[in-house]
């Protein structure tokens, strides 16, 4: 089953390539990424699409990325309940 994260209070000068490291780095593997930079440039957000895990394991992920330092900011991510 596909899990999905989001992530939020990215650098808005981010690239995709920088948010799949930061997945690798939380412990995700072949993260598909899709970026979004409407409304505040400030503010951009990422939905992680992990495939062929379950639940708790995509909670894992979350949790390693959540509160993590990147780029002086605090990255804040969830397993959304509904998406």
Known sequence: MTQRILIGNLPPDITVEEIEQVARDGGAEAPSVTLNREGD??????????????RAAADRIAASINGARYRDRT?????????
């Open 41 to 54: 440039a400030d503010k951009v957000a990422a939905v992680l699409q992990l495939p062929n895990i379950d």
């Open 75 to 83: 990255l804040s991510a969830y397993v959304p309940l509904f998406m």
